[in-house]
């Protein structure tokens, strides 16, 4: 199973930035997927995540700001950031989840978005 992300890096506050996330070795269309972030001394906390059957959930936090969308046929994710706040500065974690998989998760090695004021 490999998670591979791309797209973190260095973007000013007001801007906006895209990740992506290709998953293989898991029935992809099977798996909610998304993005999971870890500031520093926080919990990693849900930032997006999409059912198998296309539905979007977001944090309350970025609600507005980003856009997260699925491709089956490509087996890849993508999170649309726009209007970034320093606060949104994090490692960035794809995440493809199946209670019935084995595993049941998988995570990618994590991007890191920092967001400068």
């Known amino acids: 199973v490999q998670l591979v992300e791309s797209g973190g890096g260095l973007v000013q506050s007001g801007g906006s930035l895209a990740l992506s996330c290709t998953v293989s070795g898991r029935i992809f269309s099977r798996d909610a997927v998304g993005w999971y972030r870890q500031a520093p001394g926080t919990p990693r906390t849900m930032v997006a995540l999409?059912?198998?059957?296309?539905?979007?959930e977001y944090a309350e936090s970025v609600k507005g700001r980003f856009t997260l969308s699925r491709d089956n046929s490509k087996n890849t994710i993508s999170l649309q950031m726009n209007n970034l706040r320093p606060e949104d500065t994090a490692v960035y974690y794809c995440?493809?989840?199946?209670?019935?998989?084995?595993?049941?998760?998988?995570w990618g090695q994590g991007t890191q978005l920092t967001v400068s004021s």
């Open positions: 995440v493809a989840v199946n209670p019935k998989s084995s595993p049941s998760s998988s």
């Open positions: 999409v059912t198998s059957d296309g539905v979007p």
